[in-house]
């Protein structure tokens, strides 16, 4: 099992702009045969500060999500909005 | 509903010896009646870096989550191992 933490920067200003993206980003995800969780959060200090929290089966899964036709549009989208570039964290359960 | 990441720096050299201690901490934490999710993972990418990914009903919920016995008790023993200070980050779900 493959855990996710994905950090986006958003423009504070367009983050009204960007939630649609996200929206349609988070409902094709969760239509992938290999998604265990895709859920979407926002930093209750920091606007604009959105975190995907995600689990997949294994790697491959996650490259296939990164390669899907919804990730390849959207993001470039949601980037268009960003302060400063995104950040992923892989791991694994602990024990 | 509030998320939580919780994230620790661990000296790669004490990993081994601080394990006893988080799974403690994660099977005390586990039984307090407000705990929704407690789970600890660690980053594949750097070694010592835990990421505790929590879920509780509310900011009174994770107040007394940190006033435990256990919380008290442990954490300043964890972090008697930490190469920098830990961060957190409290979270809603963007929607």
Redesign the interface.
């Known amino acids: 099992m493959l ?1 996710v ?1 994905a950090e986006d920067f958003i423009r504070p200003e367009h983050v009204e702009a960007v ?1 649609p993206l ?2 349609e980003l ?1 409902r094709l995800t969760r239509e992938e045969p290999q998604c265990l969780a895709y ?7 920091q606007p604009g ?3 995907f ?1 995600e689990e997949w089966p294994d790697q491959a899964a996650l490259d296939a999500h990164c390669a899907s036709e919804h990730f390849r549009r959207l993001v470039p989208q949601i980037d268009a909005f960003q302060s400063k570039p995104g950040t992923y ?7």
């Open positions: 855990k933490i939630m996200y929206r988070v859920d979407l959060f926002t930093d209750q200090r500060h959105f975190v929290i964290t892989l791991m694994d359960a602990a024990f």
